[in-house]
């Protein structure tokens, strides 16, 4: 018997299913190794760190092994875990100042080129100074512990909100905002329906930034305070531990800043990606 002769149409039909499962595999691949490949790279790294402090036998008050910080951790869980409470207040709450004062003075921004031509450049003297030639002052000025560590990580984290949603504000398309005007659209209408939703991934990308800043801002603003006691932060907890050479436990401090700062980062990642999922471009890619 002869073998069946393929036509072009079928010829290229096989040819795209092949290139299909490829580009499907190629995915798979993908998706397992954007997770696997850092996990195995950090657990290589904590590997290397442990094998460091038993090669040269560093004493763990220099170079704590990782089981000692896992240790610290476990040991001292109550009163890190207060300063990780407190951390986190100092930052939502400025993160939740900096998201209503970007945003409401953006919206002042864009409906007036005046207001913008004259307070920008305020914001930008607070971007660009450092937050510890700032603190002498607000030292002098506020007198509260608490609200001196909220204006300092507020200052840090104010600034991406305000540019960012900013920007998308002022880059709505020109068609569309005519479109709005011959329809008799009134200003408000015009920032409600049209100017809003096209600054929100500018704006979402604007709070992944001032999320990660704020938890910055918190804990310099901490040390630049030199906040002590009870009521302090994990800053006051790597100061303490420094001046007592507990390495173990500066390590512990620092593990759940990072790991806070991460968790922060994948929320607001996660809220980003549910907000735009359904209509902007860079979440549908993100789903392709």
Not at 206 to 226: C, D, P, R
Request: net charge positive.
């Amino acid at each position: 018997m002869t073998a069946p002769i393929m036509t072009g149409t079928e010829s290229r039909a096989v040819r795209l299913d092949a290139e299909e499962a490829r580009r499907l595999r190629q995915q798979r691949v993908e998706r397992i190794g954007r997770w696997l490949l850092p996990l195995a790279i950090m657990i290589a790294a904590i590997w290397f760190w442990d094998r460091i402090c038993v090669w040269n036998e560093i004493p763990k008050y220099i170079l704590p092994r990782p089981l000692e910080v896992l240790q610290t951790l476990h040991d001292d869980a109550g009163l890190l875990f207060t300063s990780l409470l407190f951390t986190l207040k100092i930052t939502f709450l400025s993160l939740l100042l900096a998201v209503v004062g970007g945003v409401g003075l953006s919206v002042l921004f864009a409906q007036s080129k005046w207001v913008e031509m004259s307070f920008f450049p305020f914001a930008i003297v607070l971007q660009v100074t450092p937050i510890v030639a700032i603190f002498p002052l607000i030292n002098i000025y506020v007198n509260n512990q608490t609200a001196k560590l909220l204006l300092c990580a507020w200052i840090v984290a104010f600034f991406p909100i305000l540019s960012n949603t900013t920007l998308g504000l002022n880059s709505v398309d020109r068609n569309l905002r005519d479109l709005f005007r011959l329809n008799g659209a009134s200003r408000w209408q015009e920032l409600w329906h049209l100017r809003l939703p096209a600054a929100m991934p500018y704006f979402l990308g604007g709070l992944k930034i001032a999320g990660g800043l704020s938890l910055i801002g918190a804990v310099v603003a901490e040390f630049v305070a030199g906040a002590s006691g009870q009521a302090s932060g994990l800053a006051s907890r790597i100061i303490e531990a420094g001046y007592r050479l507990n390495a173990p436990r500066l390590f512990a401090a620092l593990i759940l800043i990072s790991l806070t700062g991460i968790v922060i980062f994948l929320v607001l990642s996660l809220i980003s990606h549910l907000v735009l999922r359904r209509w902007h471009e860079s979440a549908l890619k993100q789903e392709g």
